[in-house]
C-alpha cells in the first residue's frame, strides 16, 4: 500500500525515471499543466513562487496534460522548449501524462484519493489544478485551477517556516 508520495516514480519531459523520493523533505506543488489554456500565464507565477522559496525546500512538479479541451498537444520536446521559452520554467517539468481515465497516471491516482476536490469528487476538472504537499509527502490539501499560485503562498511560506522552527528548536 503507498503511505506517500515518494513511493512513485514518474517520467521527467525528457522521458527519463525519477523516483518522487528525490523530493523528500521538500514541501512541493503538484501541478497538471497545459500550454493553450486560459490557465497557462500561471506558469509565470508558478516559477515566481518556485524561485522565492526553492532554497527554503519547496519544489514546483509539472506535469503536462491534454485530456482538457485538447490544450496540451505538442510532444514533450515541443512543451520543454515552449515553457523555457515563454515563461523561462526552470521547476522540474515532467512527461506528459492523463490524470483521469483508464490510463492515468498512478500518481494522480494517490493525489486525487489523498485529497478529494469539492463535495468529495476523485476527477481532475480542469488544466493547473494544483496539489500541495508537505515534506514528510503526505498530501494536504487540492487547489482548482482558478487559484493562483500567488493565493497559495501564503501556505507554502508557513509550512516552510514550521520545518524552519521545528529545525531551530533541535539546535
Not at 496539489?131 to 516552510?160: N, T
Amino acid at each position: 500500500m503507498t503511505s506517500s508520495i515518494y513511493d512513485f516514480q514518474v517520467r521527467n519531459i525528457k522521458g527519463e525515471e525519477r523516483p518522487l523520493s528525490d523530493f523528500k523533505g521538500k514541501v512541493l506543488l503538484i501541478v497538471n499543466t497545459a500550454s493553450k489554456c486560459g490557465f497557462t500565464p500561471q506558469y509565470k507565477g508558478l516559477e515566481s513562487l518556485y524561485e522565492k522559496y526553492k532554497d527554503k525546500g519547496f519544489t514546483v512538479l509539472g506535469f503536462p496534460c491534454n485530456q482538457f479541451g485538447k490544450q496540451e498537444p505538442g510532444s514533450n520536446e515541443e512543451i520543454s522548449t515552449f515553457c523555457d521559452l515563454t515563461f523561462k520554467v526552470s521547476f522540474p517539468m515532467f512527461a506528459k501524462i492523463d490524470v483521469n481515465g483508464n490510463n492515468s497516471e498512478p500518481l494522480y491516482e494517490y493525489l486525487k484519493e489523498s485529497a478529494p476536490g469539492i463535495l468529495g469528487s476523485r476527477s481532475i476538472k480542469w488544466n493547473f489544478t494544483k496539489f500541495l504537499v508537505d515534506q514528510s509527502g503526505k498530501v494536504l490539501k487540492r487547489f482548482a485551477p482558478k487559484d493562483k499560485p500567488e493565493d497559495i503562498e501564503k501556505e507554502v511560506a508557513a509550512l516552510l517556516d514550521q520545518n524552519t522552527n521545528h529545525s531551530s528548536l533541535k539546535n
